[in-house]
């Protein structure tokens, strides 16, 4: 938490002194000003528009996400012209570059990279007999956790635990406790765990999974079939808010269901795109009990 600034106490003789400070505090005014950098993701083989790509500045909370045709806009100010930028993208080599850089050569070419995923063991089909749910099942109005978001990229998501290994992913679930903020545009990530359990930057299924909808309540569900993903790690699910509607309404009128108990904390959200994962907590005062959002998958094992 920042502590506040105060400014220093001016004498009522010192006139010089109190320009002096005001020159000051306008030129740090007009220093902090937001500015909005107009650019585009496009791959280097083709020039293509690359769709969705996630741009940010690493650690900050500064970021957005570029629309389908890899243009995006990002708000930042000149106190940020030497921090860090990352750009990445499925299938593609994430790029770092200084924000100065950036905004002196606003188009950013990804390179394509192939894929290496990590083996897991197989077992004959005929052996995934069992079908179970994992995570929060529950749909309650009442306990609900918001999305707070500060722009495109803003994300939140859950540890999912297997029962058994390896266990064949069918789908994934979100349970919706309020959507009135009219049609939203999420990308579903399952992300890699690191061996603190905290999530990674890997991505477990390399496609981006697009998801558009307007519903009020209930659950929203993806079809993970396709992607045969067999796994035989523990994994970070998450939804991802990409486009429609404005960080404002998304952040007070949509909530998913959720729960109290006392498990493991596993809920780690982000407010825009490369911003660090923060753990949620409902603090001490609830003695040990922690939250847990209605995410879910449907597994073979």
């Not at 105060?6 to 109190?18: C, D, L, M, N």
């Amino acid at each position: 938490m920042q502590s506040a600034a105060f400014p220093p106490r001016v004498p009522s003789f010192a006139f010089p002194f109190r320009l002096s400070l005001l020159f000051l505090l306008l030129l740090l005014a007009s220093t902090a000003r937001a500015q909005v950098l107009s650019g585009t993701v496009t791959e280097a083989s083709s020039a293509a528009g690359v769709p969705y790509a996630n741009v940010g500045i690493i650690g900050k909370g500064i970021g957005t996400v570029a629309d389908d045709n890899g243009v995006f806009r990002l708000t930042y100010t000149s106190a940020n012209l030497l921090d860090t930028v990352r750009i990445s993208s499925i299938g593609y080599r994430a790029q770092r570059i200084l924000l100065r850089d950036l905004v002196a050569r606003p188009t950013v070419r990804l390179v394509a990279e192939a894929v290496t995923l990590r083996g897991v063991q197989v077992k004959a089909k005929g052996l995934y007999k069992r079908t179970r749910t994992l995570g929060n099942t529950g749909n309650s109005e009442n306990s609900t956790l918001t999305l707070e978001a500060h722009d495109l990229g803003a994300e939140i998501g859950t540890v999912i635990s297997l029962k058994h290994k390896p266990t064949k992913v069918l789908n994934a679930n979100f349970n919706v406790a309020y959507n009135r903020a009219g049609s939203l545009m999420f990308r579903v990530n399952l992300y890699r765990l690191l061996p603190n359990g905290k999530p990674s930057n890997v991505k477990l299924v390399q496609r981006d999974i697009i998801v558009t909808t307007s519903v009020a309540k209930g659950p929203i569900t993806v079809d993970l079939t396709p992607d045969q993903l067999v796994l035989d790690e523990d994994f970070f699910l998450t939804l991802e808010w990409i486009g429609g509607a404005d960080a404002k309404n998304v952040s007070s009128k949509l909530a998913f269901s959720a729960s109290l108990g006392y498990t493991n904390n596993d809920l780690y959200l982000r407010d825009t795109s490369q911003a660090e994962w923060e753990r949620a907590s409902v603090g001490a005062v609830l003695a040990g009990l922690q939250p847990r959002i209605s995410f879910y998958v449907t597994v073979q094992d």
